[in-house]
């Protein structure tokens, strides 16, 4: 009499045993990594309108919250951040043009609290990104993804 455990030669059995032991062995570890995918910087991109949404570079004099924080000064931006302050649900972005226009976006979002695990703790994620305000025009902001995570590209699209 063969030994039928030595001589399987059935090779989806082969691999379910292969894939059990290998998920015996992983479960041994005590604890799985903490992993933080949560962000405060909603990322923007400027776009060429008439381009078919292709990428722009846009010349600003000044990006700010006003009273409370300057973002950029003097600079070209095309794929840049405005940062979500934890004390507020909402803020306005000023943005200034060479010609000394101005334009407004008044971002919204919500927090919500998530116990990843009780060895990590809980953590405030950000969502819900809503456009309160936009003086772009319309339809010229569009939000990509309303939540800030960093395996987000990108949240939302400005076309100028």
């Known amino acids: 009499m063969e030994k039928v455990y030595l001589r399987t030669k059935n090779s989806l059995l082969r691999a379910f045993l ?4 290998c998920l015996c062995l992983v479960s041994c570890f005590e604890t799985g990594d ?6 405060d ?9 008439a381009a078919t949404a292709k990428g722009k570079d846009v010349k600003v004099v000044k990006v700010e919250v006003p009273e409370l924080v300057t973002l950029y000064e003097n600079t070209t931006l095309n794929t840049f951040g405005l940062l979500a302050s934890p004390n507020h649900t ?5 943005f200034t043009w060479e010609d000394g226009t101005t334009d407004r976006l008044r971002l919204a979002w919500s ?3 998530i116990v990843l695990s009780t060895e990590c ?3 405030n994620y950000i969502g819900g990104l809503e456009i309160h305000e936009s003086t772009f025009g319309e339809g010229n902001v569009v ?3 309303d939540r800030l995570l ?6 939302i699209d400005i076309y100028l």
Request: aromatic share 18%.
């Open 34 to 39: 903490c992993l933080y995918t949560n962000t």
């Open 143 to 145: 939000i990509r993804n």
């Open 121 to 123: 703790g809980a953590f």
């Open 150 to 155: 960093t395996s987000v590209a990108l949240n």
């Open 18 to 21: 292969f894939v059990f032991c």
């Open 90 to 94: 909402a803020l306005t972005y000023v």
């Open 41 to 49: 910087v909603i990322k923007v991109a400027f776009k060429d309108l």
């Open 111 to 113: 927090y919500q609290t």
